[in-house]
């Protein structure tokens, strides 16, 4: 399964999906986003005016659908150039630089159909897990080529090996390395065979930097900033001071509304008899789903993300203070929450949507990727319903939120809440 892909044969639809998906993102440099955010942000650094990003998103958006040259993408690009040059001073003077508008146009044009390439072939890849397990690292080995990217070159691994976490092509601005993947049956015919994976000491210094990640884990939200792991505290502090800013594809208007359910209510205040309870429960409903376990403090479970498989979590203590609380610093207790349990468990295993977010802290730039899980039932009342949703990260579910028709509008087909 070579990796390459010829624009103007057509739409090329996993591109055209994976770059549809993304949200416009004004940034002042190149580097405020993590480099995993960039699957789900548009961004040209420095064009801070939406009317300027937007024109440079469709122009990237009509290279990758219709096959635009980078000449045809180049002259969008000076005409947009136009109205930046107009309204940045700074732009101006660095259009005025010899080269500087050709250079430009040619990173963003690169970047986004390399990046769109790539992660168009990692979906199709693991949409298929049983046929393509295995992947080779290629390098053009032309005369431009990086040298450590050279020593790459022919390295075969499986697709689930740590090395491709961080070495997934392309590995740096202009960087034409591919990833071509490998069917199971040329791997029994000898076709290819595992080299040993590459060791030499601070081996991702020869990435470049926000380049050090794999475009399929983040595409499905499988990977997310290393700092947020470390130090969740910041997060949550931030979103108290207000320095979270949102990006979320929005739950598809066509999600289908269950119905109502009747599940009963756990009627405790006391975390740990609910903590047992909840435990056997999740064991009883989800046993049949697919890489099921259960743990002492918990379940696992294999759920779909766009045909790829997602593994989540759940520990039923963190569900149940988020249950019984609106916090978990909350000191008042709210039993009545608890008539969501049945909703979250079917909304685990037959969820309505999936859609990802993030979320970025202002004050540090830092970033996260979040995949929300949710369903919209059909209420107790007439033209009510209540929309559960949960987030994961990393594969473990974090938060769960319910909304009903008396504190958030939700407008699904076949059912109005006022």
Not at 84 to 108: C, L, N, T
Not at 188 to 194: C, L, M, P, S
Not at 199 to 214: F, H, M, V
Not at 233 to 238: V, Y
Request: net charge positive.
């Amino acid at each position: 399964m070579t990796k390459h892909m010829d624009f103007k044969q057509g739409a090329y639809k996993e591109a055209v999906d994976y770059f549809k998906q993304k949200i416009n993102l004004p940034t002042k440099r190149w580097n405020d986003l993590e480099g995993a955010m960039h699957t789900r942000a548009f961004t040209v650094a420095g064009a801070m005016r939406d009317d300027i990003l937007s024109d440079f998103r469709n122009a990237v958006d009509r290279a990758i659908e219709k096959g635009d040259t980078l000449q045809d993408f180049r002259n969008n690009f000076y005409d947009i150039a136009k109205k930046w040059r107009a309204a940045d001073p700074s732009f101006d003077e660095k259009m005025d630089k010899p080269k500087y508008g050709a250079w430009r146009s040619k990173v963003i044009y690169q970047t986004n159909m390399a990046t769109a390439a790539a992660a168009a072939q990692e979906r199709q890849a693991r949409a298929m897990p049983d046929v393509f397990t295995h992947a080779k690292y290629i390098c053009q080995m032309l005369p431009g080529s990086r040298e450590e990217h050279k020593a790459w070159n022919g390295t075969v691994l499986p697709i689930k090996h740590p090395w491709w976490q961080k070495h997934s092509p392309p590995n740096g601005f202009g960087c034409l390395c591919e990833k071509e993947y490998i069917s199971k049956y040329e791997m029994d015919a000898g076709d290819e065979k595992v080299t040993k994976a590459p060791t030499t000491a601070n081996d991702t210094n020869k990435i470049g930097e926000n380049w050090d990640y794999s475009i399929g884990d983040a595409d499905m939200g499988l990977i997310y900033a290393d700092k947020l792991k470390k130090d969740q505290k910041k997060w949550g502090q931030a979103s108290t001071q207000g320095l979270y800013q949102y990006a979320e594809e929005k739950m598809p208007a066509s999600a289908p509304v269950l119905p109502a359910i009747d599940g009963g209510r756990f009627y405790t205040e006391d975390l740990n008899e609910f903590t047992n309870n909840f435990q056997s429960l999740l064991e009883t409903e989800l046993k049949n789903m697919n890489g099921f376990q259960k743990y002492e403090n918990g379940v696992s479970v294999i759920a779909k993300l766009n045909g790829v498989d997602y593994p989540l979590y759940i520990n039923p203590r963190m569900v149940g203070k988020h249950f019984l609380t609106h916090s978990e610093s909350d000191d008042e207790w709210r039993p009545e929450r608890t008539a969501f349990v049945r909703h979250f468990i079917e909304t685990i295993k037959n969820p309505g949507a999936v859609y990802i977010e993030f979320l970025k802290n202002k004050g540090t730039n830092q970033a996260a990727i979040n995949v929300d899980f949710a369903s919209v039932f059909q209420g107790e009342k007439k033209n009510s319903a209540v929309k559960l949703v949960f987030r994961a990260l990393n594969g473990r579910l974090q938060l769960w939120t319910a909304f009903n028709s008396s504190n958030a509008k939700i407008k699904m087909k076949g059912t109005k809440v006022k």
